[in-house]
Every structure is written in structure tokens, then in C-alpha cells.
């Protein structure tokens, strides 16, 4: 799973634990474990979500400003189911 440069320190520091993603599959696992930095990311919940459930909180716990800043960052290809990705940081 990867991260804009931006997002990967507070990703690592444990400040934002989640990701929206818009895919035309998952391409993370539930339990899955995925490098960053000098450690790796685990994905402890994976589902897929309505884009109208994608709120500015949501995007700010994503680190994000709001749902337009999220959404221009979170369409990979023709994607067009949307999933949030909750996660752990583990050194």
C-alpha cells in the first residue's frame, strides 16, 4: 500500500490509520502486512463504503484537509469501488 510523500511520517507516527481508496478491487488483505518506511503498515479492516460516506472527518482522519483534497488522491485507474482501509503502523 503506498502513501503520498506527504502522508508516510504521519502514517509511521501513528497519527492517521486509515485510507480511502478508490479500486476496482482490494488490493490489500485483512491482516496483510505492507512495507513503509523502516517498518510496515498491517491492515486490521478492510470494507467497502458508499462515496457519500466519505466525510470531512473522514478525510481529515485519513490526513487529508477535506473531501475534495482525499478525493483527488484516492482514484487508482478505472476504479470505481471505494474502500476504507484502517491500519496499524509496526516498527
Given at each position: 500500500?503506498?502513501?503520498?510523500?506527504?502522508?508516510?511520517?504521519?502514517?509511521?507516527?501513528?497519527?492517521?490509520?486509515?485510507?480511502?481508496?478508490?479500486w476496482?478491487?482490494?488490493?490489500?488483505?485483512?491482516?496483510?502486512?505492507?512495507?513503509?518506511?523502516?517498518?510496515?503498515?498491517?491492515?486490521t479492516?478492510?470494507?467497502?463504503?458508499?462515496?457519500?460516506?466519505?466525510?470531512?472527518?473522514?478525510?481529515?482522519?485519513?490526513?487529508?484537509?477535506?473531501?475534495?483534497d482525499?478525493?483527488?488522491?484516492a482514484?487508482?485507474?478505472?476504479g470505481?469501488?471505494?474502500?476504507l482501509v484502517?491500519?496499524?503502523?509496526?516498527?
Open positions: 500500500m503506498m502513501f503520498t510523500k506527504r502522508l508516510r511520517e504521519p502514517v509511521m507516527r501513528g497519527e492517521i490509520t486509515c485510507s480511502v481508496r478508490i476496482q478491487r482490494p488490493h490489500v488483505k485483512l491482516g496483510g502486512t505492507y512495507p513503509l518506511g523502516p517498518g510496515h503498515i498491517r491492515v479492516a478492510i470494507r467497502e463504503i458508499a462515496l457519500s460516506d466519505i466525510t470531512p472527518s473522514l478525510a481529515r482522519r485519513s490526513g487529508f484537509a477535506g473531501v475534495v482525499l478525493l483527488k488522491t482514484k487508482h485507474g478505472k470505481e469501488k471505494v474502500y484502517e491500519f496499524v503502523y509496526e516498527d
